[in-house]
């Protein structure tokens, strides 16, 4: 352990090779949590964000709360948000998941809401008059075109959560966030370094594949340029 | 006694509102640290932001500065931080680090500025822009009196962001070893002290929902009272789009 350089003997550098060769697993094991604790919070955030958004777009009298509590949810800084919860959920990835979902929906919501909105009149007069019952005409007409506002919400709310799941290291999750504090905590530059660039990586990675997964599933958008 | 009741008890001890680690400090402290932050950030973005966006080069630097900056994590900002500025590793833990909490905080709150104020500089009308030089007004005049006037709301729209952002930060600072309202939090769980954990986190959401407001209004009285959305001209954007970069989370 004296090896981490603390002592002062020999000058840390910024990456140990031999460190990182000797703890692939640990370092595997940090960025598989790492994808699990975001995917489950972008998945979870989608279930809660989806009929709120519908709810908020239909509804003017909803519309105004909605965004008001997600606006405060996503305010509220993580370790706060963090602390609230602890004396009643405890350490737990339960903790660590609330707080998570609570920052995606802001995000989600509103362009929900913004992607439902920009369907053009016309469009849902002319699927009307092909004779679509409201719940086909939401399926088939207005989500399929609010798709690409929706992803860009969920690229946003993704690289925010590889973020945000650094944080949750304070209460005892983190996947690369734990390798990040672990540097903190021996001042030991290699897990920080590794945990950072990881955390970047993949976020630039998720980022860039769900920009490719909506230019799969919404050819029709292609021409227009996305955010 | 309920946790509540804890909690308010917390408040109620006046023991906690003095002294170095008192209340009253630590706000001073962190409002201090988050003012310094921001307005050393703005120093530096907003002529770059508003440069590139006038002089229309750059744009793609000016868009992609503020991904990078929403995909670099700010615990790890202040992580990195702390070990090229130095903590003190030794047994006074507590007191230093204000140093690197600054760094990270000040390059943390540059991306939304610059991205914010290209967007606000790029997005003014061009006609507008040539009417004024059609006035006979000079490249200055234009600059200082058209296109900064328009541009204003979403200037304003990025220093709230990174304001925000800052503020929930400075929160985090507490980890690495500087002070602020987050040592309540960061020693209440260390301690186990929930109460003080609590009254931690409710001064922190507090003190956050009161600069995102404050921002909020500042930035809605920039704007121009030409440029007010009537009710005929509400339209909301999706988060990720040009206006709406302003979000970003910590």
Do not use: C
């Not at chain 1, 007069?125 to 929706?150: H, Q």
């Not at chain 2, 903590?87 to 500025?113: K, S």
């Not at chain 2, 009285?221 to 954007?237: D, H, V, Y």
Request: net charge neutral.
């Amino acid at each position: 352990m004296l090896a981490t350089g603390v002592v002062g003997a020999v000058e840390d550098p910024w990456i140990r090779w031999s460190w990182i060769s000797g703890h692939a697993d640990t370092i595997l094991a940090a960025l598989i949590q790492h994808i699990q604790l975001t995917l489950i919070a972008v998945v979870f955030g989608l279930v809660i964000a989806v009929p709120l958004g519908l709810v908020a777009w239909r509804s003017r009298l909803f519309r105004g709360p909605i965004f008001s509590l997600t606006g405060i949810l996503y305010t509220i800084p993580s370790l706060a948000l963090f602390a609230f919860l602890i004396p009643f959920t405890g350490l737990t990835i339960l903790t660590a998941e609330i707080g998570l979902v609570g920052y995606t929906l802001l995000i989600l919501v509103r362009n929900i809401v913004v992607g439902l909105n920009a369907v053009p009149d016309e469009v849902r007069e002319a699927a009307r008059g092909m004779g679509f019952r409201p719940f086909a005409e939401l399926a088939r007409v207005d989500i399929p075109l609010a798709i690409p506002a929706i992803i860009a919400g969920v690229r946003i709310a993704t690289v925010t959560t590889i973020g945000l799941v650094t944080v949750t290291a304070l209460i005892g999750e983190g996947g690369l966030g734990s390798l990040i504090y672990d540097g903190l905590l021996r001042e030991f530059h290699t897990p920080l370094v590794v945990g950072t660039v990881l955390s970047v990586a993949l976020a630039v990675v998720a980022d860039l594949g769900l920009a490719g997964a909506q230019r799969v599933i919404t050819p029709w958008a292609r021409a227009r340029v996305t955010p | 006694m309920s946790f509540i009741g804890q909690v308010v008890q917390w408040f109620l001890n006046s023991a906690h509102w003095q002294g170095d680690g008192g209340i009253l400090h630590r706000t001073v402290e962190h409002l201090i640290m988050s003012g310094a932050s921001v307005l050393t950030a703005a120093v530096i973005a907003l002529p770059v932001g508003i440069a590139i966006g006038h002089f229309g080069k750059g744009g793609n630097l000016a868009i992609n500065i503020s991904n990078i900056g929403r995909a670099v994590p700010s615990f790890a900002l202040l992580v990195l931080a702390a070990q090229l500025f130095g903590i003190a590793a030794a047994a006074e833990f507590v007191g230093f680090g204000a140093v690197p909490a600054f760094v990270a905080l000040v390059a943390l709150a540059i991306p939304p500025m610059v991205t914010n104020s290209y967007v606000g500089m790029r997005e003014v009308d061009p006609d507008v822009r040539e009417a004024a030089r059609g006035m006979g007004m000079r490249e200055r005049a234009v600059l200082l009196r058209v296109e900064l006037p328009i541009a204003l709301p979403l200037i304003m729209a990025g220093i709230r962001t990174s304001a925000v952002n800052v503020v929930a930060t400075a929160t985090l600072a507490a980890v690495v070893g500087w002070g602020g309202l987050g040592r309540f939090i960061v020693d209440g769980l260390g301690l186990q002290d929930y109460p003080m954990l609590y009254a931690g986190a409710v001064m922190v959401a507090v003190l956050s929902l009161i600069v995102e407001f404050t921002l909020a209004g500042v930035q809605r009285l920039s704007t121009p009272a030409g440029l007010r959305p009537s009710k005929t001209n509400q339209k909301e954007e999706p988060v990720g789009t040009a206006r709406d970069i302003a979000v970003v989370a910590a």
